[in-house]
């Protein structure tokens, strides 16, 4: 290392195999200077040195069975590395080099070019792009060239990017060049490809970073359509296998549960049997079980000598379960404004889970609270529900739908407010307040020509309800007979 930099200790080797990184061994750093011995089974590929995991440092490089040293700077490890015995990473590292400066030149032309009226302008820009993209197609030819025969060859062939041979004048053109010819120099057959992470760090790239939007619904359309495009140039089982399982993590990092269901059905359950995983498939969904969209895991209760449960509540259209504790300040501030917000609103049931060590402080801070479920789970963090639901900071919000299925997990009391507010308005009207009926009884003198059908017709009611109401037996009636009429 130059400079020395006595923050690191150990340089770890890792082998860069599908998507995976292999360990292989590790050496103490002394004085900015260490030696780690690769074993005499460490195959021919592509690895990487690890020296700072805190900031993601590390140096690639190409082993073949031969001795590999080299010089770097540790604060800018990938514009100062100098191979000092090998050829073939040398090569490689000036390839590398050399390509992302003409690939900067190459796009700072295009975006300049995008902001251009004046013609003359427009001109000379074209002129020095065809000047920088011939230079680059003559460092492309002259790597390859010069590498034959190597493994570095496989990478520099595979590192190739492809540009128009004229700028293009608006950006959704350059971008959907890029997407339609982003493969174009790939060869998912090559099995020094398939033994680095080269494919999968581009399959990743291309499906999470080159197809974007911050529309939610065209996001996932997105993602549907580019891993439909690339899965199938996939012909390596393996391979398939280790990037649809890195896809699937990272959707999960994402809580994208749409998303993973489309992969596991489409592409991961068609792989052949002995590559599938159910403890891969069952700890993808243990990590995704709170997401939305997914069913709020059941816990009980004791309420007033009986056992509730959660899903076995009926009585709202929407729940909130927040998780608070007494000894939390923001919860003592914020839990208060949620029952004001709520408390006049029947179609919304809150469950208060309070996190104590006793119950001293519930019993008195739950007094406000008499509109609620209120919860008390002792052990704090280590509580069973606390622990079934990942809880490590309060308060904690969820929003559940009648079903118990996860809508949201606001952050703040403001959030949840907002949320309601604006997807469950309908929810947080107040059922309307019904007039008081009030039972009133009338008494009918009976005149003369009077008969039960029309004093009946003439009240409302049927001619069995008046009898009821007096006790009538028969249809007789007398005159100056008081009759009671239900108003």
């Known amino acids: ?194 033994k680095s992470t080269f494919l999968s760090e581009r399959v990743i790239e291309y499906v999470f970073y080159l197809n974007a939007s911050e529309d939610i619904e065209v996001q996932q359309k997105l993602y549907e359509k580019s891993i439909n495009e690339v899965l199938p140039k996939i012909q390596n089982n393996n391979l398939k ?24 059905d489409e592409y991961y359950k068609k792989l052949p049997a002995d590559l599938q995983s159910k403890e891969m498939v069952d700890d993808l969904m243990n990590k995704v079980r709170l997401a939305v969209g997914k069913i709020a895991p059941d816990f009980s209760w004791v309420e007033n000598g009986e056992t509730k449960s959660l899903h076995a509540l009926n009585s709202a259209e929407k729940y909130i379960l927040v998780f608070w504790s007494t000894s939390c300040s923001h919860c003592l501030k914020e839990v208060p404004q ?26 008195y801070h739950t007094l406000n609270f008499v509109k609620w479920t209120n919860i008390l789970g002792l052990g704090k963090w280590e509580n069973e529900t606390a622990r079934l639901y990942e809880i490590n900071a309060t308060p904690f919000y969820f929003v559940l739908d009648k079903n118990k299925k996860i809508l949201a997990k606001p952050e703040f009391f403001k959030d949840t407010k907002n949320y309601l507010e604006t997807f469950a308005s309908e929810d947080l009207k107040a059922d309307p307040i019904k ?35 007096n006790n009538l037996t028969t249809n007789s009636l007398k005159i100056g007979q008081k009759l009671k009429i239900k108003n």
């Open 1 to 194: 290392m130059n400079p020395l930099d006595s923050t690191f200790d150990a340089a770890v080797v890792y082998q860069l195999n599908g998507a995976k990184q292999l360990y292989i061994n590790h050496g103490n750093i002394k004085e900015g200077k260490f030696t780690v011995e690769m074993p005499a089974t460490a195959s021919a590929g592509m690895y990487r040195l690890m020296y700072d995991f805190e900031r993601n440092g590390y140096v690639n490089f190409i082993y073949n069975k031969k001795n590999v040293e080299f010089t770097f700077d540790p604060s800018f490890p990938s514009g100062t590395t100098k191979f000092i015995d090998s050829d073939e990473n040398d090569l490689y590292n000036s390839y590398v080099l050399e390509s992302e400066k003409l690939l900067q030149t190459l796009d700072s032309l295009q975006l300049n070019y995008f902001n251009v009226k004046d013609a003359s302008v427009k001109k000379e820009l074209e002129k020095k792009y065809g000047k920088s993209l011939k230079s680059y197609h003559s460092l492309q030819e002259k790597s390859e060239s010069k590498t034959k025969g190597f493994l570095a060859n496989s990478f520099i062939k595979a590192l190739q990017k492809y540009y128009s041979e004229n700028l293009f004048e608006t950006p959704q053109e350059y971008l959907n060049s890029t997407l339609t010819h982003y493969f174009d120099y790939i060869n998912f057959n090559d099995e020094d490809l398939i």
């Open 241 to 264: 296998h280790d990037i649809l399982q890195a896809i699937l993590y990272t959707f999960a990092e994402e809580e994208n549960t749409t998303l993973i269901d489309f992969v596991l």
């Open 338 to 363: 949620l029952y004001e917000f709520i408390k006049d609103k029947p179609k919304i049931k809150v469950l208060a889970f309070a996190l104590e060590n006793d119950k001293e402080g519930y019993n």
């Open 435 to 469: 007039p008081e009926v009030v039972e009133k009884t009338l008494e009918h003198n009976v005149e003369k020509g009077d008969t039960l059908y029309s004093i009946s017709k003439k009240y409302g009611i049927s001619v069995t309800e008046l009898k009821k109401l």
